[in-house]
């Protein structure tokens, strides 16, 4: 269920979906039936052929005769590929069509029965394109026809969100067109569900770009390189001193060498420190001389010191 879509849409819609060689017929824009039944809301596009071929098929469509007046269709597709945009409205192109070929559409099936009696009036609720052919068994259409009619169709459905089961042929809403058109119309259907699947700039045989990147296992020596290049990155990265930010930049390693430095002297210092409470402790309740003090917390810095560099450096202080 949609309300059809106006002139502007649905040339904005062609040329997206890559449909450039347009005609517009003269007044196509107001050109329909509008005054002689009803349009709209639409559930569906129809694919026909014009059953002839000629150069006066695009003004035939346009104008119609005494019997069928015009427009009857929307679009009209030539066999060099080129598009003529007919009418904008109701136009004379379906009739009346069975309620079950009906049904399928409107509800967005994928098999298409015989259709029933003609109960419905078709053209209030579908867009129709006519596609330049005679008819003829074996009269095949060219590629570039077949290509537009496709994306002419996934416009339409691109516009209003269905899927290609919104489109039917003549032949399956009604028993009076047996063979129109004469081709695969699944294999249309087909081909109009892959375009959907992709932008409306997509071209057949373009490869879509995936939306992830397919996992593909790194090896030993390769995750080594990136951890590799990833450590000097982050080791020749500039920082600013956390306790000087208005200093200069270091880089991280300059950083870490400093840090260490730093705690080496700590440690030294809390080791010696330690010592000198011990060698007092030990002296507390003892009659000794002051200079016995000094000497026995000075030995016992001197010891720890040593020490100290000791387990961090391997080697002893000089």
């Not at 007046?69 to 409205?89: I, K, T």
């Not at 997509?202 to 450590?231: F, R, S």
Request: proline content about 6%; hydrophobic content about 40%; some cysteine.
């Amino acid at each position: 269920m949609a309300t059809p879509m106006t002139a502007d849409q649905w040339l904005a819609a062609l040329r997206a979906e890559g449909v450039t060689d347009i005609v517009e017929m003269p007044g196509w824009r107001t050109h329909n039936r509008n005054g002689r039944g009803a349009w709209g809301d639409v559930h569906a596009t129809m694919v026909h052929h014009t059953a002839g071929e000629g150069s006066g098929l695009a003004d035939y469509c346009y104008r119609g005769n005494a019997d069928l007046p015009g427009p009857v269709c929307h679009d009209f597709l030539a066999r060099s590929g080129r598009l003529y945009l007919v009418g904008n409205g109701r136009t004379n192109h379906a009739g009346k069509v069975a309620r079950n070929a009906y049904d399928v559409v409107l509800n967005e099936r994928s098999v298409h029965p015989a259709p029933g009696p003609d109960e419905l009036d078709g053209n209030a609720v579908s867009y129709g394109l006519e596609v330049e052919n005679s008819g003829a068994e074996g009269r095949a259409w060219p590629a570039k026809q077949y290509d537009v009619a496709v994306r002419v169709q996934a416009a339409r459905c691109r516009f209003h969100g269905w899927s290609a089961d919104s489109i039917w042929a003549h032949k399956e809403a009604t028993r009076r067109k047996p063979l129109d058109p004469r081709i695969d119309m699944n294999a249309f259907r087909r081909a109009v569900a892959e375009r959907l699947k992709h932008p409306p700039s997509w071209n057949p045989g373009q490869t879509t770009p995936p939306l992830e990147e397919n996992d593909v296992p790194l090896t030993d020596a390769e995750m080594n390189k990136i951890a590799d290049l990833a450590a000097a990155k982050t080791w020749a990265t500039a920082w600013k001193s956390p306790t000087d930010p208005e200093g200069p930049t270091r880089s991280a390693a300059t950083f870490v060498r400093w840090a260490d430095s730093r705690h080496q002297r700590v440690m030294t210092q809390l080791a010696a420190l330690t010592a000198a409470v011990e060698a007092l402790t030990k002296l507390v309740g003892e009659d000794v001389d002051t200079d016995q003090v000094v000497a026995a917390v000075q030995a016992a810095i001197r010891d720890a010191v040593i020490k100290v560099d000791v387990d961090i450096n391997g080697t002893p202080a000089a």
